[in-house]
């Protein structure tokens, strides 16, 4: 079991940086692939990043490659995503989630833990 908590989302400007953060409770986050999701206003919940257990593999979705960034520290059981050069259409409320399993996985049904979210919003 794995319990998650989101924090830095927040109102910027389309160009601005936001950091995210996701700190995890319980001994399975070493051993968890950890992925942060967004749900925009009538949009279904997508995958924007994943990232190994270890670190070592992560994932992005098109529409954030070069600009978003995820990382984790095993030490801290914290899960990040730096997001620079935003855009108003990042604008959502963004999930962290965490699957007992060393891979990513790309959809929400893969994934059994989830933090409660946090909003992000990108003015232009």
């Known amino acids: 079991q794995v319990q998650l908590v989101e924090s830095g989302g927040g109102l910027v400007q389309a160009g601005d940086s936001l950091r995210l953060s996701c700190a995890a409770r319980?001994?399975?986050?070493?051993?968890?692939?950890m992925g942060w999701f967004r749900q925009a206003p009538g949009k279904e919940r997508e995958i924007v990043a994943g990232i190994t257990s270890r670190g070592g593999g992560t994932y992005y979705v098109d529409s954030v490659k070069g600009r978003f960034t995820i990382s984790r520290d095993n030490v801290k059981n914290t899960v990040y995503l730096q997001m620079n050069s935003l855009k108003p259409e990042d604008t959502a409320v963004y999930y962290c989630?965490?699957?007992?399993?060393?891979?990513?996985?790309?959809?929400?049904?893969?994934?059994?833990?989830w933090g409660q979210g946090t909003q992000v919003t990108v003015s232009s």
């Open positions: 989630a965490g699957r007992p399993s060393t891979i990513v996985g790309v959809t929400a049904s893969e994934y059994p833990y």
């Open positions: 319980g001994r399975a986050f070493s051993s968890s692939a």
